[in-house]
């Protein structure tokens, strides 16, 4: 079955940089569903949107992380990566890739996309 796994999270400081990967499997990479997210959730929060590249390699991003995330993808499709630079306590949570709906459909402020995989753990220390 469809399974993504991402990694790179870290304990940084203020200012600092990291870069999330996320690698799927089990799939045809040249399905429809042929696009990406990432969201992130805070302790005690809800699950918010921060960047998505459609089926057309577009990026979109959420005002809080725009400028200092970039949303990527590996030739082949099969890995998704999430460079973030200039990190803030606010960016502290669990970092979750998704891929969208079959045909390319998400919503990206309702953090709504079809599967996630498990997270991974980012904190920035002040």
């Known amino acids: 079955q469809p399974q993504l796994v991402e990694s790179g999270g870290d304990s940084v400081q203020t200012g600092g940089s990291l870069r999330l990967s996320c690698v799927e499997s089990g799939i045809n990479y040249a399905s429809s569903r042929d696009c990406w997210g990432w969201a992130r959730q805070a302790q005690g929060k809800e699950r918010e949107g921060v960047a998505v590249?459609?089926?057309?390699?577009?990026?979109t991003y959420a005002d809080s992380v725009k400028g200092r995330f970039a949303v990527s993808r590996s030739n082949g499709k099969s890995t998704v990566y999430l460079e973030m630079t200039n990190l803030k306590p606010d960016d502290t949570g669990i970092y979750y890739c998704?891929?969208?709906?079959?045909?390319?459909?998400?919503?990206?402020?309702?953090?709504?996309?079809?599967?996630w995989g498990q997270g991974t753990q980012v904190t920035v220390s002040s």
């Open positions: 998704a891929r969208c709906y079959e045909g390319g459909w998400y919503d990206l402020e309702r953090a709504d996309f079809a599967y």
């Open positions: 590249i459609g089926r057309d390699g577009k990026t």
